[in-house]
T-cell receptor
Framework: GAVVSQHPSRVICKSGTSVKIECRSL??????MFWYRQFPKKSLMLMAT?????????EQGVEKDKFLINHASLTLSTLTVTSAHPEDSSFYIC??????????????FGPGTRLTVL | GENVEQHPSTLSVQEGDSAVIKCTYS??????FPWYKQELGKRPQLIID?????GEKKDQRIAVTLNKTAKHFSLHITETQPEDSAVYFC??????????????FGTGTQLKVEL
């Protein structure tokens, strides 16, 4: 149980184009999902918290107009990188929050999307 | 906000030996501390977690200890095997009453288990 998928796994695009990444919780509902960015050999940096039916909460320094987040259903959140540039190249990972018992809130991660902007 | 420090950044052990990774956190309100294992190019996998009302938790070869007073927690892996080689991340979060905890990750530890 608690499987999170992400699509696409890898994308290469030209500078200036927009790229949409999907994050799905396959066997549970997730009112909250998170989007992270990870550079090679570095830690996960939280970009934003995606809440179903409401606007995403962005971390300081993350441009909300560049990284558009939509969480339209309890199983799907999307991240759109608009007008992508080479510096946006990175590994993007989502996670979905599984609300269990009062003592357990576990984040399950998707497999990640490798974005390369030429 | 929360700040999590993790040490060491790299750790090399012989197969069968124990490995210990340590983390400290800054926010005394943090109450949930998961550990994730990430292999190259793969997703982080939760391996064990602990809540602030518990001082120690063990799952087979893996254990986590928590010292709330000192605000540090540690991951212990015994009888290490080559397949334990990966990057390990600690994290800390505060779980508000309504749920939806936000994790702050440590910088990661590259563990290498040598034959």
């Amino acid at each position: 149980g608690a499987v999170v998928s992400q699509h696409p796994s890898r994308v290469i695009c030209k500078s200036g184009t927009s790229v949409k990444i999907e994050c799905r919780s396959l066997d549970f509902q997730a009112t909250t999902m998170f989007w992270y960015r990870q550079f090679p050999k570095k830690s996960l940096m939280l970009m934003a918290t995606s809440n179903e039916g409401s606007k995403a909460t962005y971390e300081q320094g993350v441009e909300k107009d560049k990284f558009l987040i939509n969480h339209a259903s309890l199983t799907l959140s999307t991240l759109t990188v608009t007008s992508a540039h080479p510096e946006d190249s990175s590994f993007y990972i989502c996670s979905a929050l599984s609300l269990g018992l009062s003592s357990t809130d576990t984040q399950y991660f998707g497999p990640g999307t490798r974005l390369t902007v030429l | 906000g929360e700040n999590v420090e993790q040490h060491p950044s790299t750790l090399s052990v012989q197969e069968g030996d124990s490995a210990v990774i340590k983390c400290t956190y800054s926010d005394s309100a943090s109450n949930y501390f998961p550990w994730y294992k990430q292999e190259l190019g793969k997703r982080p996998q939760l391996i064990i977690d602990i809540r602030s009302n518990v001082g120690e938790k063990k799952d087979q070869r893996i254990a986590v200890t928590l010292n709330k007073t000192a605000k540090h927690f540690s991951l212990h892996i015994t009888e290490t095997q080559p397949e334990d080689s990966a990057v390990y991340f600690c994290a800390a979060s505060v779980r508000p009453a309504g749920g939806g905890n936000k994790l702050t990750f440590g910088t990661g530890t590259q563990l290498k288990v040598e034959l």
